[in-house]
């Protein structure tokens, strides 16, 4: 069963859309006892990263994702803040986050571009070569290179998606970029135990 993670800060229901779309079976998680029978698990993201965070830490996830992505490897999709609280930091309310990926997250720097930077960009990276939409005003700096799966540009290069073992992360909205974002989350389904039409 793909889970999305369904809270007061979050996108799930686009998320849902996109994903039943495809042909997947999926529903909302909102607390741990829903991520019992995750084979995939998607964190979708609006808002703040500290209000994410607490809202994560109200519902009693934040053990529950640990042990399951961290321990069991169940692969993990964040997007947009999603993604951001990947890291161990962000600038945004200056939060402590999940730290499952060295780094921080910090702000566009507003006195050379315009926040939120809002629209289509290219992104460059191994099966990320397309258009995808943004809304965004910070992004991560991963620590290491390595996490670094797709990269943007917007005034500067800046990281556009990471990967690190069943762990993936996009600050684009995939759920919201067309064909090229369906593709994606497509991929990242089929990549293991989930077929379509089946839990």
């Known amino acids: 069963m793909v889970r999305i993670i369904d809270y007061k800060a979050g996108n799930a229901p686009s998320v849902l859309h996109a994903i039943n779309s495809l042909g997947y079976k999926a529903e909302f998680a909102q607390n741990a006892g829903d991520l019992a029978d995750a084979t995939h698990i ?12 607490d809202s ?8 529950a994702l640990e042990d399951l992505v961290l321990n069991k490897k169940v692969p993990f999709f964040g997007i947009c803040v999603g993604m951001q609280i990947l890291f161990e930091h962000s600038e945004e309310g200056d939060t402590k986050c999940l730290g499952w990926l060295k780094g921080r997250v ?5 006195a050379k571009v315009r926040v939120p930077q809002m629209g289509w960009n290219k992104v460059h990276g191994e099966n990320l070569g397309n258009h995808f939409y943004f809304v965004n005003s910070y992004y991560g700096v991963p620590q290491n290179e390595s996490d670094i799966w797709g990269t943007a540009d917007y005034n500067g290069k800046f990281t556009a998606a990471v990967h690190k073992g069943n762990i993936y992360g996009t600050q684009f909205h995939a759920e ?3 064909n090229a974002g369906l593709k994606l989350l497509d991929r ?3 990549s293991t135990l989930v077929k379509k039409g089946q839990g």
Do not use: C, H, Q, Y
């Open 188 to 190: 990242f389904l089929g």
């Open 106 to 110: 910090v702000k566009f720097d507003t």
């Open 56 to 63: 994560l830490r109200e519902t009693g996830l934040i053990n």
């Open 42 to 53: 998607i964190l979708p993201g609006v808002g703040s990263a500290g209000a994410t965070m």
């Open 176 to 178: 919201k970029s067309g």
